[in-house]
């Protein structure tokens, strides 16, 4: 009877040590795919607001102006 005892505590260890084990491998990888995603997602953000910013640069970036303030050439430019 104490060896039947041993053997299932030795197999219940085993699955509960391989559960544990698969759910921290599967939280880790998944946690490792969404900041590779996110990582993606930022440098084509990044591609996209810089050609923004160029065609943007007649437009003042902080209020007021400090700069010159378009004139209605450069606007109408923007808007085409």
């Not at 009877?1 to 559960?19: H, Q, R, Y």
């Not at 880790?28 to 990044?46: F, G, N, P, V, W």
């Amino acid at each position: 009877m104490t060896v039947f005892i041993g053997i299932l505590s030795a197999i219940i260890g085993a699955l509960a040590g391989t559960v544990a084990t698969y759910l921290t491998t599967r939280s880790t990888m998944r946690r490792t795919l969404e900041h590779a995603y996110d990582r993606t997602m930022q440098e084509k953000r990044l591609e996209r607001y810089q050609a923004l910013f160029r065609v943007t640069k007649c437009l003042p970036r902080h209020q007021p102006p400090t700069e010159q303030e378009p004139s209605r050439n450069d606007l109408r430019r923007f808007g085409d």
